[in-house]
């Protein structure tokens, strides 16, 4: 108890030492129920250029695909925020800023550049988001879904290329990849259950934006 206590007031004083965000401070260890408060890092040092040019790409993408889910919701809300479809996108849309805010914090701790087409992903998540959205809530849970489904994918893709290498060395990682990816298959399948399926063109509206996500992910890596 003392020491959570002192997290707490450490909490308070600093964020230097651990961050406001749950996630970024180890408060309570699962195994051990040990308390700690230190910052720590999700990636292992990198053993070479090779390494680090793998982690900087699929940081890089990472952070592009978790901002351009922002701005997808930011262009839902902007249509139905006043809707009773409101409070469900908005809580989708927050799970989507932590998201993004934990990629912001790795990027700047380990000096990865993101990518140079933030600004048209920009443009174009908020505009896919309103569009979508104004055919309505159907509209929306499709676009929902399809994006959804597409980063779920591309996380899945990273996790089996990050066993494959040594799980052991990038434990983090992992978890922080599994956790958000979970996340998203939760929006996927919240989109379901509101109706995705039924907006007219269903099939034709998700093959072009998953088309769209995959060209997205592949430039992301690269530029």
């Given at each position: 108890?003392?020491?959570?206590?002192k997290?707490?007031?450490?909490?308070?004083?600093?964020?230097?030492?651990?961050?406001s965000?749950v996630?970024?401070?180890?408060?309570?260890?699962?195994?051990?129920g040990?308390?700690s408060?230190?910052?720590?890092?999700?990636?292992?040092?990198p053993?070479?250029?090779?390494?680090?040019?793998?982690?900087d790409?699929?940081?890089?993408?990472?952070?592009?695909?978790?901002?351009?889910?922002?701005?997808?919701?930011?262009?839902q809300?902007?249509?139905?925020?006043?809707?009773?479809?409101?409070?469900?996108?908005?809580?989708?849309?927050?799970?989507?800023?932590m998201?993004?805010?934990?990629?912001?914090?790795?990027?700047g701790?380990?000096?990865?550049?993101?990518?140079?087409?933030?600004?048209?992903?920009?443009?174009?998540g908020?505009?896919?988001?309103?569009?979508?959205?104004?055919?309505?809530?159907?509209?929306?849970?499709?676009?929902?879904?399809?994006?959804?489904?597409?980063?779920?994918?591309?996380?899945?893709?990273?996790?089996?290329?990050?066993?494959?290498?040594?799980?052991e060395?990038?434990?983090?990682?992992?978890q922080?990849?599994?956790e958000?990816?979970?996340?998203?298959?939760?929006?996927?399948?919240?989109?379901?259950?509101?109706?995705?399926e039924?907006?007219?063109?269903?099939?034709?509206?998700?093959?072009?934006?998953?088309?769209?996500?995959?060209?997205?992910i592949?430039?992301?890596?690269?530029?």
């Open positions: 108890m003392q020491r959570a206590a997290c707490a007031l450490r909490l308070d004083i600093s964020r230097a030492f651990c961050p965000n996630r970024n401070c180890r408060a309570v260890n699962r195994v051990n040990s308390v408060c230190r910052r720590y890092s999700v990636l292992p040092p053993r070479d250029e090779e390494e680090k040019a793998m982690l790409s699929m940081l890089r993408v990472d952070h592009a695909g978790e901002y351009g889910a922002n701005r997808i919701y930011a262009g809300m902007a249509v139905l925020g006043r809707t009773q479809t409101g409070p469900l996108i908005q809580h989708m849309w927050d799970q989507e800023k998201h993004l805010e934990r990629f912001n914090e790795i990027l701790e380990h000096r990865v550049r993101p990518t140079l087409l933030l600004p048209l992903w920009n443009i174009a908020f505009a896919l988001g309103a569009c979508t959205a104004l055919l309505g809530k159907e509209g929306a849970m499709a676009c929902t879904v399809a994006v959804e489904e597409s980063i779920s994918e591309h996380y899945n893709s990273q996790i089996r290329r990050l066993m494959e290498a040594d799980p060395r990038y434990t983090e990682l992992l922080l990849i599994k958000f990816r979970d996340d998203e298959i939760e929006h996927h399948d919240t989109g379901l259950e509101h109706d995705a039924s907006v007219p063109g269903y099939l034709l509206l998700k093959t072009a934006i998953q088309a769209g996500c995959k060209a997205a592949y430039i992301s890596q690269r530029i």
